[in-house]
Nanobody, 127 residues
């Protein structure tokens, strides 16, 4: 059984930075797509950033709202996914979830097709 555990959330002021981590345990390879999604009580879950991996290649996808501010990366040796968030805005406030076992592009934003989810980590950005 694969487990995902997120960490790194917290409260920051607008313009600040946070780095989220998602540690995967229980498997050495957990599917082609891994990503970060976020959700608030007012909005449906939305995809933030996804990495699609094939042998020899790796492609990152970003939602338009975070392009140029967030960076997704992974350390395969550590089985860990990261999300570096810079220039944070109040509208980035949400519960952030790590997901794995996702589909190939162009369906990488289909959260319902991801097999494994973490418990979430809260990010709060104050103005």
């Amino acid at each position: 059984q694969v487990n995902l555990v997120e960490s790194g959330g917290g409260s920051v002021q607008a313009g600040g930075s946070l780095r989220l981590s998602c540690a995967a345990s229980g498997a050495s390879a957990i599917g082609n797509s891994m990503g970060w999604f976020r959700q608030t009580s007012e909005k449906e879950r939305e995809g933030v950033a996804v990495i699609y991996s094939d042998p020899g290649s790796e492609i990152a996808y970003y939602d338009d709202s975070v392009k140029g501010r967030f960076i997704i990366s992974q350390d395969s040796a550590k089985n860990t996914l990261y999300l570096e968030m810079n220039s944070l805005k109040p509208e980035d406030t949400a519960m952030y979830y790590c997901a794995a076992g996702g589909p190939r592009p162009p369906r990488q934003w289909r959260g319902d097709l991801y097999n494994i989810w973490g418990q979430g980590t809260q990010v709060t950005v104050s103005s």
